[in-house]
């Protein structure tokens, strides 16, 4: 029986913006992001974790307009606190800039696609994650009948030889001597021709006694 079990996975994957580099300008931190973002797939869920100064730099979520002519006037959210987590909760195009004065035209700039999950790992409903179902496995062969003649004994007759359904009842041993009868017998004649010569014995006594009054 092939069991099929679904478990909640959480597919989504956490990047470092400019890795080891962070956040800064390119030519300080000897970074390209541009190439950063080419490196890798980037899917619905994805979590882009900027790393910077704060004294120095912050983050700007821009529109893809503001971010090709570097405009900071109107951000749709800016980011400040040194370690920004921002969530690609959005299928679509991701734009970010730092809005220190020069910083955006030096390089300081993030452009980001983010696409859809795989249909096989889509989140469901109730907004968990599923693995794909795996390939049906072929079940067991099953064996053929013997070819040889020889009978096949059905599984409903085959028995444990402990069983107390086809285990034989033993009569109780006979523990009586089997020439029983024969001293019972011959032990009565005994007895009965005792009796009669003491009979015999008893009234010869008596004829003595008269012969002698």
């Given at each position: 029986m092939l069991l099929t079990?679904?478990?909640?996975?959480?597919?989504?994957?956490?990047?470092?913006?400019?890795r080891s580099a962070g956040w800064t300008i390119p030519a300080v931190g000897n970074v390209n992001y541009s190439t950063w973002a080419a490196a890798f797939t980037l899917s619905q869920g994805d979590v882009l974790v900027f790393k910077y100064d704060a004294t120095l730099h912050d983050v700007l979520q821009v529109s893809e307009g503001d971010y090709d002519t570097c405009n900071?006037?109107?951000?749709?959210?800016?980011?400040?606190?040194g370690?920004?987590?921002?969530?690609l909760n959005q299928v679509g195009t991701w734009c970010f800039i730092c809005g220190?004065?020069?910083?955006?035209?030096?390089?300081?700039?993030?452009?980001?696609?983010?696409?859809?999950?795989?249909?096989?790992?889509?989140?469901?409903?109730?907004?968990?994650?599923?693995?794909?179902?795996?390939?049906?496995?072929?079940?067991?062969p099953v064996s053929e009948p013997p070819t040889n003649g020889s009978?096949?004994?059905?599984?409903?007759?085959?028995?444990?030889?402990?069983s107390s359904s086809t285990s034989?009842?033993?009569?109780?041993?006979?523990?009586?001597?089997?020439?029983?009868?024969?001293?019972?017998?011959?032990c009565a004649k005994q007895l009965l021709l005792v009796t009669l010569v003491f009979a015999i014995h008893l009234t010869s006594c008596q004829f003595q006694n008269l012969a002698f009054n």
């Amino acid at each position: 029986m092939l069991l099929t079990v679904w478990l909640p996975v959480s597919w989504c994957a956490q990047h470092t913006v400019g890795r080891s580099a962070g956040w800064t300008i390119p030519a300080v931190g000897n970074v390209n992001y541009s190439t950063w973002a080419a490196a890798f797939t980037l899917s619905q869920g994805d979590v882009l974790v900027f790393k910077y100064d704060a004294t120095l730099h912050d983050v700007l979520q821009v529109s893809e307009g503001d971010y090709d002519t570097c405009n900071t006037s109107q951000p749709s959210a800016v980011y400040n606190n040194g370690e920004t987590f921002v969530s690609l909760n959005q299928v679509g195009t991701w734009c970010f800039i730092c809005g220190v004065p020069g910083h955006c035209l030096a390089g300081q700039k993030l452009k980001v696609h983010v696409g859809l999950l795989p249909p096989s790992i889509a989140p469901s409903s109730n907004g968990d994650f599923h693995s794909p179902l795996p390939s049906p496995q072929p079940s067991s062969p099953v064996s053929e009948p013997p070819t040889n003649g020889s009978p096949t004994l059905s599984p409903s007759i085959i028995k444990s030889p402990h069983s107390s359904s086809t285990s034989t009842s033993k009569a109780p041993p006979n523990n009586s001597h089997p020439n029983s009868s024969w001293t019972h017998t011959h032990c009565a004649k005994q007895l009965l021709l005792v009796t009669l010569v003491f009979a015999i014995h008893l009234t010869s006594c008596q004829f003595q006694n008269l012969a002698f009054n």
